[in-house]
């Protein structure tokens, strides 16, 4: 199989989907890697690592996508890309379909074989290919929800850990999932007073035994999350449903219920955003401010820190990428029931449950195409 790497082209978005060494592998199972020159440059292998690997490096990206049956990717296709999908074509990469009606009929209408690795699921309800980058978006939601509380940059100028004599800033998590609770890890070394929100009362006990001292927990309902929102200065939204649109928790009307300079920073914007005020920014123009309040709502977070995303996102999607690849999607996913959830799209027919039910859609069963 021919495998096609482009150069992602999303605003800041630095992670390439494969690194030399998954070069390697996929030659050694007798596949053909034809890589966008530059490709792996902004996350640090340059073309030289993957040429040595057996690599094809090629400078037009229109010839990398017409020549490779397989496309891996890390962001999903943009409106500049939704020509270069054809019928048959896999394509590999985080899609979050419900978070975008375009996206969703462009992939439909090109025909092609949609595997996103946000909804891979195991046995156990886990998301392996999107584990690792929702750690880096979690830690990082910290860090950048520290910066923006510095009254420069738009925020109530509130040091997140405080000094001693002076309290430290509050915030409020809400999610106890891989984000939330990263979120809070780095929150709570800062030395933030933290609250864990979550409907899973199981998962709060478990975080109530082994987070630090300064992280309490509280169920989530919208009693508490207004009786809280008064006191926080940092809201994370963490919140999770797989393939779906994220709940929004946080109505306009309760923005005017914070203080000003208060900071949101929306890490479920990739699934349309648990803050109804909230909109995708980018890393270049990362905030906006309704009512006072400081939104961060940048979808590609993980591009930021592209050398650490790259490693931690490869780690998990080559082996699925392999298989893929060696037998083909369709045996692929028969002999895989955890890949088989990852398919979202086949031939123009909407195979996710969630994805459909977001537009209204027809879904069809992926029994139908197997």
Same mark, same amino acid.
């Given at each position: ?17 494969? +690194?030399? *060494? @998954? ?9 053909? =890697? $034809?890589?966008?020159?530059?490709? #792996? %440059? ?116 509130? +040091?997140? *850990? @405080? ?9 409020? =998590? $809400?999610?106890?999932?891989?984000? #939330? %609770? ?189």
């Amino acid at each position: 199989m021919k495998i096609g790497v482009p150069k992602e082209i999303k605003t800041h978005e630095n992670r390439v989907a494969l +690194l030399p *060494g @998954g070069v390697k592998q996929f030659i050694q199972n007798g596949h053909e =890697v $034809l890589l966008q020159k530059g490709a #792996g %440059v902004a996350s640090g292998f340059p073309d030289d690592l993957y040429q040595q690997e057996g690599a094809q490096i090629v400078e037009d990206v229109e010839k990398v996508w017409a020549q490779s049956e397989m496309i891996m990717k890390v962001k999903e296709p943009i409106k500049e890309e939704y020509a270069r999908m054809r019928e048959g074509q896999v394509i590999f990469t985080y899609f979050h379909f419900a978070a975008s009606q375009q996206l969703t009929e462009a992939v439909v209408d090109s025909g092609s074989i949609a595997i996103a690795y946000e909804t891979v699921e195991k046995s156990d309800g886990s998301l392996p290919l999107l584990i690792p980058m929702s750690e880096v978006a979690g830690r990082m939601a910290a860090q950048e929800g520290a910066k923006y509380l510095e009254k420069p940059l738009g925020g109530r100028g509130v +040091l997140l *850990g @405080g000094i001693p004599g002076v309290p430290p800033a509050k915030t409020l =998590v $809400l999610g106890g999932g891989i984000v #939330g %609770v990263n979120a809070a890890k780095i929150t709570a070394g800062m030395g933030s007073d933290t609250t864990i929100m979550d409907i899973n009362i199981s998962k709060l006990r478990y975080l109530d035994d082994v987070m630090p001292n300064n992280v309490s927990t509280m169920f989530s309902s919208e009693a508490n999350i207004r009786r809280m929102i008064p006191h926080v200065d940092l809201v994370i939204g963490a919140v999770l449903k797989p393939g779906a649109k994220a709940p929004h928790l946080v109505t306009r009307e309760m923005l005017g219920m914070m203080n000003s300079g208060t900071v949101l920073v929306d890490v479920a914007i990739d699934q349309g955003g648990c803050f109804e005020t909230s909109k995708p920014t980018t890393h270049d123009d990362p905030t906006f401010v309704v009512d006072d309040v400081l939104h961060y709502c940048v979808a590609n977070m993980p591009g930021a820190v592209p050398n650490t995303s790259t490693l931690g996102l490869t780690n998990v999607t080559l082996p699925y990428a392999i298989n893929l690849a060696n037998k083909g999607w369709k045996k692929a996913v028969c002999d895989d029931p955890e890949l088989k959830k990852g398919v979202n799209i086949v031939n123009g027919d909407i195979v996710y449950k969630n994805v459909a039910e977001a537009f209204d859609k027809t879904y069809i069963p992926i029994s139908e195409h197997l």
